[in-house]
């Protein structure tokens, strides 16, 4: 699964980055087996706000969509 | 694996280490942070209240700080007079009075809404609200070619290009804030609503209201055209993501809010005040020289700028304009401000009694077409010296001054057309 296909409130596990933003979305905290979750869409649905590593990050969905990710039970 | 992703992994892995060491996390179900966060984001009163703030924002400083810019301005227009009247030599005395005290009393009215802007800026900034702003209005923003951190320099735009144009360092992503600096003059600041109320109360009298929404609306359409047509030709094949933090919100610092506002002020002395003292000169020069032909400055209508008019008239002929509306576009370089007094001393009647001239020498189609141009052509003297400033180069300076003074010119030319067939 893509890290924008989750809904708010969903956790998953980041598997692999894909795509020219690669060593931004890294430096940001998006490592592999790092823990992300989807707390809310902005009110238009995009960006979307995720809590990572401690810390909120704003990310809009066409970056998102390259967060390979598998979502934690 | 490769490698960019195991030195990210090994540093945050470490990072982690040193983390777990000294500090300790205490699980709250929901912090204040959050709390705010359900209400500013909420998908139907997120936006509402975003622009309430904005509104506030705005009011704050465009509104408070009019009181201090008045005060600078009697201030140094004290000072002109006394100068004028205590020096022997006319000439002179016209440099020091209107040239030089002119030029100060003109810079130094920026800084009370320049200052009141940061005030604002810098409670929200570090209060940890604008990063919410841009969150809420970047989906919108980027249909039109910006982004969500752009929204409040745009809007700021309405008040005074300057100081809006000093906020984009806001936005960290490089291209987009160019952009936004860009677009930005096509906003219709506050002193461009003197000339749409002039020409529009003159002839449009019972829709007066409607066209000048429609130069506002006019000025934010083709600011969207324009930042879509930069992103796509100018800055094309460069990716700007907003990857931005959302900071637990905190109560601002009244120093940092005031050192904040203080360094702005400064940043605008320093940076923009030596191109804008320079083209006050200028300005005073062509308008009062040659020194006996204009008679000490007295007829504008024999000075150099009114050479510089009388020589764009066949351009500007096309649309039903001739040398007057020339030499009050030249002297709205200057400030758009100037533009309804230069007519007034062209015509030789002031500044009030233009209103009963204008219609000698201007139609109703050839009116829309003046403010067309007043909305478009040329940024102001000032926001040409943060353009400068703001952009880091001459040539991108260049480049604005470029593409409005032909922007200006096809859609006056458009307006003037459309409305004659009408």
């Given at each position: 699964m893509r890290l924008h296909e989750l809904r708010p409130g969903t956790k998953a596990i980041v598997l692999d980055i894909e795509g020219s933003l690669k060593s931004k979305l890294l430096s940001m905290g998006l490592t592999r087996g790092a823990e992300v979750r989807v707390v809310r869409n902005a009110p238009l649905k995009d960006p979307m706000e995720v809590e990572i590593r401690g810390y909120k990050l704003s990310i809009r969905r066409a970056e998102a969509e390259k967060v390979v990710v598998k979502v934690k039970a | 694996m490769d490698l960019v992703s195991e030195l990210a992994l090994a540093r945050y892995e470490k990072i982690g280490e040193i983390v777990d060491k000294c500090v300790e996390r205490i699980e709250k179900p929901k912090t204040f942070s959050d709390l705010m966060d359900i209400v500013v984001t909420d998908k139907y009163v997120g936006v509402p209240i975003f622009l309430a703030l904005m509104w506030a924002v705005f009011q704050f400083s465009y509104s408070v700080s009019v009181p201090f810019s008045d005060a600078i301005n009697v201030f140094f227009s004290a000072c002109a007079e006394w100068a004028k009247a205590s020096i022997g030599n006319q000439q002179l005395a016209s440099l020091v009075g209107d040239g030089i005290f002119g030029g100060w009393g003109f810079i130094l009215v920026f800084l009370p809404p320049i200052a009141f802007v940061f005030v604002a800026l810098a409670i929200l900034e570090d209060s940890g609200y604008l990063p919410r702003a841009a969150f809420v209005m970047d989906r919108i923003m980027t249909k039109i070619g910006l982004q969500g951190k752009s929204f409040i320099p745009m809007l700021l735009g309405f008040g005074c290009n300057v100081p809006a144009i000093m906020a984009t360092r806001t936005i960290e992503e490089e291209v987009d804030r160019k952009i936004t600096i860009m677009v930005n003059p096509l906003m219709s600041c506050s002193a461009r609503l003197p000339v749409y109320m002039l020409f529009a109360g003159v002839f449009f009298e019972k829709i007066a209201g409607a066209v000048i929404t429609f130069m506002y609306l006019l000025g934010i359409a083709l600011a969207a055209v324009m930042a879509t047509l930069l992103?796509?030709?100018?800055?094309?094949?460069?990716?700007?993501?907003?990857?931005?933090?959302?900071?637990?919100?905190?109560?601002?610092?009244?120093?940092?809010?005031?050192?904040?506002?203080?360094?702005?002020?400064?940043?605008?002395?320093?940076?923009?005040?030596?191109?804008?003292?320079?083209?006050?000169?200028?300005?005073?020069?062509?308008?009062?020289?040659?020194?006996?032909?204009?008679?000490?400055?007295?007829?504008?209508?024999?000075?150099?700028?009114?050479?510089?008019?009388?020589?764009?008239?066949?351009?500007?002929?096309?649309?039903?304009?001739?040398?007057?509306?020339?030499?009050?576009?030249?002297?709205?370089?200057?400030?758009?401000?100037?533009?309804?007094?230069?007519?007034?001393?062209?015509?030789?009647?002031?500044?009030?009694?233009?209103?009963?001239?204008?219609?000698?020498?201007?139609?109703?189609?050839?009116?829309?077409?003046?403010?067309?141009?007043?909305?478009?052509?040329?940024?102001?003297?000032?926001?040409?010296?943060?353009?400068?400033?703001?952009?880091?180069?001459?040539?991108?300076t260049a480049f604005v001054v470029a593409y409005e003074l032909v922007l200006a010119y096809v859609v006056a030319l458009v307006v003037y057309n459309v409305f004659s067939l009408i």
């Open positions: - | 992103r796509k030709f100018v800055f094309r094949g460069k990716a700007s993501p907003l990857l931005m933090e959302l900071p637990p919100y905190t109560v601002p610092a009244p120093k940092v809010v005031l050192v904040n506002a203080w360094n702005k002020v400064l940043i605008f002395l320093k940076k923009a005040s030596t191109v804008l003292f320079a083209g006050a000169l200028i300005m005073w020069f062509l308008t009062t020289h040659p020194w006996s032909a204009t008679n000490g400055g007295e007829i504008v209508g024999k000075s150099y700028a009114s050479l510089i008019g009388h020589a764009v008239a066949p351009l500007i002929k096309p649309m039903g304009l001739d040398w007057t509306a020339g030499v009050a576009l030249v002297g709205g370089v200057m400030a758009k401000e100037i533009v309804i007094g230069t007519l007034g001393m062209v015509y030789g009647v002031g500044e009030k009694s233009v209103a009963n001239v204008i219609p000698k020498h201007f139609t109703p189609a050839s009116a829309l077409a003046m403010m067309t141009i007043t909305l478009i052509y040329v940024p102001c003297l000032a926001t040409l010296g943060v353009l400068r400033s703001e952009l880091g180069s001459w040539k991108w």
